[in-house]
């Protein structure tokens, strides 16, 4: 019994170096693979060593006729193929060997599955920054096969989903062209479609993926997918729910409060000025236990840059539902786990556990002092 696996590889680069691993892996004797790439790049010109396997029977070849974006190439990869499975690549991972031999194998000993997510590793970091992404938790979601049995969406560097299960779902074209957030909505959407099961994962099935812009420093790529995430809770209400402000929202609620004072009682003008300061060193203390919790680090510059990765997030989140005029997303949030709770206010770590004991107490501290 043979099983049909559809590789699917949006690329921009076309890196010789990442692209030629991928074809080349190993095919298993109980699989039909067919690679579909497809440059989202219309000036790219393929190196002959990709273009020499190109044969349209088993690699196939697309160029987009304009830059679309991550999402409509995707959906374009996915709709070039007819196998039973669509396996998701990304195309700057390194590939082991037996990784189809692994997806063949595991679709054909549990057809009854949706889908697998594999598992997508880092290098060791060899810059505070890179420390720091790892540290925060929002790459999290990659070796999530490490730690969960199944689990409601994963990264699309390395998954395996069912077609039937895909069924006329594709990725969202409102989320950014650059990427953020419309890979949880996919597969937030697949998961309803199939009476709300898990992805089961597959941790052998396993990829490295290289830090972004050689370790170097890069607030840009959180805010966007900030503001990517920003549409996750307003396109699936279900899954959304209220919790305290976070930081970027706390000091925009306590300056347009300045604004407001100014006119009705200038004298509280200083106390929320140094409301706002105040909040600013809580966001300092809090972030800093809680790395020092999550990464068991000492190291000052990796604190800093996790509070710069988590502000420069928040505020993406934050600018995007702004500058929809959605002012009802302030304080909203999101379950990317898949859980539907409307109980409001109930998520508790400890970071935020430090953050309003602290509260209550430079506001007492300011009342006192003016």
Request: aromatic share 12%; with cysteine.
């Amino acid at each position: 019994m043979k099983v049909s696996i559809d590789v699917v590889i949006p690329s921009f680069r076309l890196d010789e170096k990442y692209i030629l691993p991928i074809l080349r892996l190993r095919k298993p004797d109980n699989a039909l693979i067919r690679f579909y790439l497809v440059a989202d790049n219309p000036a790219i010109i393929p190196a002959s060593s990709i273009q020499s396997l190109v044969d349209n029977e088993q690699v196939f070849l697309a160029v987009n006729p304009q830059n679309l974006g991550a999402s409509l190439t995707r959906n374009a990869g996915i709709n070039m193929g007819s196998g039973e499975w669509v396996l998701l690549l990304d195309d700057d991972i390194a590939v082991s060997e037996d990784l189809l031999v692994t997806y063949a194998n595991a679709a054909l000993e549990h057809p009854e599955e949706t889908g697998f997510i594999g598992l997508v590793r880092l290098p060791e970091p060899g810059t505070n920054f890179s420390a720091a992404l790892k540290a925060s938790g929002s790459l999290d979601i990659f070796s999530i096969a490490e730690h969960k049995p199944s689990f409601a969406w994963g990264a699309t560097a390395n998954i395996m989903v069912k077609r039937s299960a895909i069924g006329d779902v594709r990725f969202s074209t409102v989320y950014p062209k650059s990427g953020g957030g419309e890979d949880v909505d996919f597969f937030l959407k697949i998961r309803e479609h199939n009476g709300y099961k898990d992805f089961k994962t597959l941790p052998q099935a396993a990829v490295v993926h290289p830090w972004w812009k050689n370790e170097q420093a890069d607030l840009k790529r959180p805010f966007r997918y900030g503001k990517g995430n920003s549409w996750l809770p307003q396109l699936n209400p279900k899954y959304a729910y209220y919790d305290f402000p976070n930081t970027p929202e706390t000091l925009l609620l306590s300056l347009l409060a300045a604004v407001i004072v100014l006119f009705v009682d200038p004298a509280w003008v200083i106390p929320v000025l140094l409301f706002m300061a105040g909040a600013v060193i809580i966001e300092l203390i809090a972030s800093s236990i809680q790395t020092i919790k999550r990464a068991r680090t000492g190291n000052i510059t990796v604190f800093v840059y996790v509070i710069a990765l988590r502000l420069a997030q928040e505020a993406g989140v934050l600018w995007g539902k702004l500058s929809r005029f959605r002012f009802k997303g302030i304080g909203e949030r999101f379950h990317d786990n898949g859980i539907i709770n409307k109980v409001y206010f109930y998520r508790t770590n400890t970071y935020k556990i430090v953050k309003w004991i602290l509260y209550p107490l430079l506001a007492f501290l300011i009342l006192r002092a003016c």
